[in-house]
Nanobody, 123 residues
Framework: QMQLVESGGGLVQAGGSLRLSCAASGRTFTDYAMGWFRQAPGKERKCVAVISRSGTSTYYTDSVQGRFTISRDNVKNTVYLEMNDLTADDTAVYYC????????????????WGQGTQVTVSS
């Protein structure tokens, strides 16, 4: 099994920035593509960013592209989500996920999941 632990969430003012971290353990980190998902109250969980095993390919949903950056450190076994120019619409629980490939993570299925970290943006 793989364990994923998110951190870095909190309360931030609109226009501000946060960096989320997800520490992975239990499996070989480089075997997995990684993603960030978020779920706001009353909404479905949505994939917001994905990064390939090597870190050379990334995906962003349209609403965050240009503001968020996903990255990974394969030495520290950690994936990050840097979030800039935050708005109230970014308020959600953010989940880290791991899957066998880039496309698999995009589907949201057959993934390992972290426990989530709350991001609240005040306007």
């Amino acid at each position: 099994q793989m364990q994923l632990v998110e951190s870095g969430g909190g309360l931030v003012q609109a226009g501000g920035s946060l960096r989320l971290s997800c520490a992975a353990s239990g499996r070989t980190f480089t075997d997995y593509a990684m993603g960030w998902f978020r779920q706001a109250p009353g909404k479905e969980r949505k994939c917001v960013a994905v990064i390939s095993r090597s870190g050379t390919s990334t995906y962003y949903t349209d609403s965050v592209q240009g503001r968020f950056t996903i990255s990974r450190d394969n030495v520290k076994n950690t994936v990050y989500l840097e979030m800039n120019d935050l708005t109230a619409d970014d308020t959600a629980v953010y989940y880290c996920a791991a899957g066998s490939g880039y496309g698999v993570v995009l589907t949201g299925h057959d993934l390992y999941w972290g426990q989530g970290t709350q991001v609240t943006v005040s306007s």
